[in-house]
C-alpha cells in the first residue's frame, strides 16, 4: 500500500510539472481595424500559402476596414466573394507535410482556450538539444516555426509576440466576424425594450386608474 501510494504520489508529481511546463500564455486580442491590418498582413505572408480561410472572403476583409488596395493586391482576378484559400493546393501541402494544413477561419474557437491556445502555440517552438524544432503545446506539429521563435535573438521576441498577438487577434475576429455588429445591435435592443416596457408602464397605470 505504501509503494502504491508512493507511485501515485510521483505520477501526480510528474503530471503537475507536465502541466506547469505547458500552461497556456494569456492574451488580450483586439479587434480594431489597425490590429486586424496588421494581423492579416502577418497571416498573408507567413500563413497563407498553406492556411485557407474558407469561412472568410474578400469583401469581409473590405467591410472590416482593411485597406482595399491591399485586399485586390491579395485577390487578384479573384472577385470580392471569394474565400482566402490558400496558395497550395491541399494535395500538394499533404504530401509535403504529411497531412493538410488545417482551414484557419474557425481555429481560435476550435481548440480549447481558444485564442490564447493560438497564440501559445505560434510561440511554442524551440530548438531541442538535438537540434531538431518542436513544440510545447503540440509535440506532434508538422507546421515549421513560421515567426522563427525558436531561433530569434532576446531583442527580437518582443516583435515576435506582437505579431503573435496581431495573427490571434485578426483569428479571432475571423471565428466571427459579425460579433461586434451583434453586440452593438444588442445595445440598442436593450435600450429600446427598456423604452417600451416603461411607455406600457404607464399605458397600463392610465387604463387601470380609469377602471377604479
Same mark, same amino acid.
Given at each position: 500500500?505504501?509503494?502504491?501510494?508512493?507511485?501515485?504520489?510521483?505520477?501526480?508529481?510528474?503530471?503537475?510539472?507536465?502541466?506547469?511546463?505547458?500552461?497556456?500564455?494569456?492574451?488580450?486580442?483586439?479587434?480594431?481595424?489597425?490590429?486586424?491590418?496588421?494581423?492579416?498582413?502577418?497571416?498573408?505572408?507567413?500563413?497563407?500559402?498553406?492556411?485557407?480561410?474558407?469561412?472568410?472572403?474578400?469583401?469581409?476583409?473590405?467591410?472590416?476596414?482593411?485597406?482595399?488596395?491591399?485586399?485586390?493586391?491579395?485577390?487578384?482576378?479573384?472577385?470580392?466573394?471569394?474565400?482566402?484559400?490558400?496558395?497550395?493546393?491541399?494535395?500538394?501541402?499533404?504530401?509535403? /507535410?504529411?497531412?493538410?494544413?488545417? $482551414?484557419?477561419?474557425?481555429?481560435?474557437?476550435? =481548440?480549447? &482556450?481558444?485564442?490564447?491556445? *493560438? !497564440?501559445?502555440?505560434?510561440?511554442?517552438?524551440?530548438?531541442?538539444?538535438?537540434?531538431?524544432?518542436?513544440?510545447?503545446?503540440?509535440?506532434?506539429?508538422?507546421?515549421?516555426?513560421?515567426?522563427?521563435?525558436?531561433?530569434?535573438?532576446?531583442?527580437?521576441?518582443?516583435?515576435?509576440?506582437?505579431?503573435?498577438?496581431?495573427?490571434?487577434? /485578426?483569428?479571432?475576429?475571423?471565428? $466571427?466576424?459579425?460579433?461586434?455588429?451583434?453586440? =452593438?445591435? &444588442?445595445?440598442?435592443?436593450? *435600450? !429600446?425594450?427598456?423604452?417600451?416596457?416603461?411607455?406600457?408602464?404607464?399605458?397600463?397605470?392610465?387604463?387601470?386608474?380609469?377602471?377604479?
Amino acid at each position: 500500500m505504501k509503494k502504491l501510494m508512493t507511485i501515485l504520489a510521483s505520477c501526480l508529481i510528474a503530471t503537475s510539472a507536465l502541466a506547469s511546463e505547458v500552461e497556456l500564455k494569456t492574451v488580450k486580442v483586439s479587434h480594431d481595424v489597425q490590429t486586424l491590418e496588421r494581423g492579416v498582413d502577418a497571416l498573408m505572408t507567413n500563413c497563407h500559402s498553406c492556411h485557407s480561410l474558407k469561412y472568410i472572403t474578400y469583401r469581409d476583409l473590405v467591410v472590416a476596414g482593411i485597406d482595399a488596395k491591399k485586399v485586390d493586391a491579395w485577390r487578384g482576378d479573384q472577385p470580392m466573394s471569394s474565400a482566402l484559400l490558400s496558395q497550395m493546393p491541399a494535395a500538394d501541402a499533404a504530401q509535403a /507535410f504529411g497531412i493538410a494544413p488545417p $482551414d484557419l477561419s474557425l481555429m481560435a474557437k476550435a =481548440r480549447e &482556450g481558444g485564442a490564447s491556445y *493560438v !497564440y501559445s502555440y505560434l510561440l511554442g517552438y524551440y530548438v531541442g538539444p538535438d537540434g531538431v524544432t518542436g513544440n510545447h503545446y503540440y509535440p506532434p506539429t508538422k507546421m515549421p516555426d513560421i515567426l522563427g521563435v525558436s531561433t530569434a535573438p532576446q531583442d527580437q521576441q518582443a516583435k515576435i509576440q506582437d505579431t503573435a498577438h496581431d495573427i490571434v487577434s /485578426f483569428l479571432s475576429w475571423a471565428s $466571427d466576424p459579425h460579433a461586434d455588429e451583434r453586440i =452593438r445591435l &444588442g445595445y440598442y435592443v436593450m *435600450v !429600446y425594450l427598456v423604452v417600451l416596457t416603461t411607455l406600457l408602464y404607464f399605458v397600463k397605470k392610465r387604463v387601470w386608474s380609469k377602471l377604479k
